[in-house]
């Protein structure tokens, strides 16, 4: 049995390539798709007619989305980028601060036992003021 001489190298290649080139496709027409519904410009008919143009006919579909609306689909990408960034760093702040860190509640009762403790809030006021705080 000869199998190196049935399947030559060349062939191996040309195989490997191919399969590259169908999974390069089959990323491509998901990332337009996801294109498609990220783009806030187009209404529900635009996107409904580009996504039926690209499922139906998909070669032709994706080739004139690219053509079409190319340029746009990395500024979008970039756009989208950036405000996951902003909510992740939004999260990030809102959760860091909620922390024993400055002008956490802990801190605030703190400062406000020791306002207390000299004599400058009666007793009445540090219990509303530490109603604000927990509250």
């Known amino acids: 049995m000869n ?16 399969i590259f080139l169908w999974v390069l496709w089959i990323v491509l027409l998901f990332r337009i798709i996801g294109d498609i519904f990220r783009d806030d410009t187009l209404g529900g008919l635009g996107k409904t007619g ?19 609306r190319g340029k746009d689909m990395g ?4 756009r989208h980028a950036r ?19 400055p002008g956490s509640e802990v801190e605030q009762l703190a400062k406000l036992s020791e ?16 109603e604000k705080i927990l509250h």
């Not at 199998?3 to 191919?18: E, I, K, N, Q």
């Open 3 to 18: 199998l190196a001489y049935d399947y030559p190298v060349l062939g191996a290649f040309w195989t490997v390539m191919w």
């Open 75 to 78: 500024d979008r990408e970039v």
């Open 50 to 68: 580009w996504l039926l143009f690209v499922i139906l006919l998909p070669f032709l579909g994706v080739f004139v989305y690219v053509i079409a």
């Open 83 to 101: 405000a996951r960034q902003e909510a992740f760093d939004d999260y990030v702040r809102k959760t860091a601060g909620s922390g024993a860190g």
């Open 115 to 130: 306002i207390r403790s000299k004599g400058d809030i009666t007793d009445e006021e540090f219990q509303r003021a530490k």
